[in-house]
């Protein structure tokens, strides 16, 4: 029996939908990809804003407050909330102390005295 090989013509066509189907599945790659980033996107855009300053609370719902923070502040622990300016000047005032690492009270103008 004598096999002939396949002509060149057969092995490019069999080439092309190779190719044609890796494109087709690299097209859903970057479909899904693109919903991914739009939904992370979205997720962005849906975060509250980041608060000015930090209250961050003692150990249990009887302890005082413990520290204030800059809303960027890496030092802020978990049991922290969100202040605005006044309420920060106001424990400031009342002698929560200020991070030392994000020193919120020179951000605040607050000086004691």
């Known amino acids: 029996m004598h096999d002939s090989a396949p002509s060149r013509l057969a092995m490019l066509r069999f080439l092309e939908r190779v190719q044609q189907t890796d494109l087709e599945r690299t097209r859903k790659w970057i479909a899904a990809e693109e919903r991914r980033e739009q939904e992370r996107q979205r997720g962005a855009d849906a975060r509250p804003p980041q608060p000015d300053w930090l209250l961050e609370m003692g150990l ?28 920060a000047l106001r424990w400031l ?21």
């Open 93 to 113: 005032a009342e002698g929560i102390p200020a991070c030392t690492h994000c020193r919120p009270d020179s951000g605040l103008g607050f000086l004691e005295g």
């Open 60 to 87: 249990n719902r009887d302890s005082p407050p413990n520290m204030i923070h800059e809303g960027r502040c890496h030092m802020a622990g978990k049991r922290s909330r969100g202040i605005g300016r006044s309420d």
